[in-house]
C-alpha cells in the first residue's frame, strides 16, 4: 500500500522537503472530534474507516462519519466541525486549502 505525502515547505531556502503523511491530518480530524461534544465518530471497520483523507486538485479533502446526539442540531454541529478540523489543520500544518466534508450517519443517545 503506497503513502500519500502532501508537501508543507517548497520553499527553495529550506535545506529539504517536508513531507506530511495523509494519515497526520486523519489524526488530527480525529482528535479535533474527540474534543467536541454531541458528536461522534462512526466505529470503523476493516473495510471502511470513519475518517479518510485525499488530495485531489491541489485541495486536501476529509470526509467524515458521524453520528450526532438525539435532540441536537445537526447543521450546526457539522458547521462547527467543519471550522474546527479545518482551523486545527491549519494551525498544526498551515495547509489553507481544506475541504471538510460531514457525513452524518445517524444519530446516539
Known sequence: MAVEYILASKNKDTIGTIGLSISV?????????????????????????????KVENNALIIDLDIVVRIGKNVNEISRQIQNNVASEIYAMTSINNIIVNVNVKGFCI
Open 25 to 53: 491530518f486523519e489524526s488530527i480530524a480525529q482528535y479535533t472530534i474527540e474534543d467536541m461534544k454531541d458528536v461522534y465518530l462512526t466505529l470503523s471497520t476493516n473495510f471502511r474507516k470513519n475518517v479518510n483523507c
